[in-house]
DNA sequence: ACATTAAGTGATT
DNA sequence: AATCACTTAATGT
């Protein structure tokens, strides 16, 4: 799967889980007007709880996944996932697990929604990034910086602008590098 | 050289 | 913090 491939969208039929098994799969949230809010990314070993709901119940997806690093998947079908489910407790485990790991993450976005402002959001959205792709190079405008944290492109714009003023980033076209603190 | 897209900025709400 | 209107800078053709 190469980058930016749209995984599933919202009200997609979830037919299996995708468990990733290399690179990248970020997971957002959508209004109807197309906006979007960054939920979590998962990675290598990771799968994305909204689907464990979602393909037993047959709901329509309610997040959109997309390839942030090309990555390779590993789709489960449901039969086999509830088969594994009483056959072995590691399985089980591993899904318990998951739907935890990801409800934290869930309550993170909650937290920050609710608890903080834009240039914290902004700054640990980079750290996070960061983190995740083994880069302190952010490969992405400031448009697309704002989709991800459901702002405008000009408050990105000013609050990166002020990190570069505190030397905590360098600013290039479609390109933000975080530097060592 | 010109058109297009990204980024910077002041003013307004 | 969002939106608008406008400018400036970078990039593609």
Redesign the pocket.
Known sequence: MHRDQVLIEVGDVVHGIPLVVSGVVRVSRMDEFGNELLLYYLQSGQSCAMSFTCCNQKVRSQVKAVVEEDAVLWWIPMEKFNEWMNIFPSWKTFIMQTIRSRFMELLSVVDQLAF????D?LWLFLQNHAKISGSNVLH?????IAQHL??????V?????RL?QDGKVI??????KLRDV
């Open positions: 903080k402002k834009l240039d959001r992405q405008s400031h448009e697309e459901a702002t405008s492109r000009e408050v714009s000013r609050l990166l602008k570069e600013l290039y076209r479609n390109e933000v």
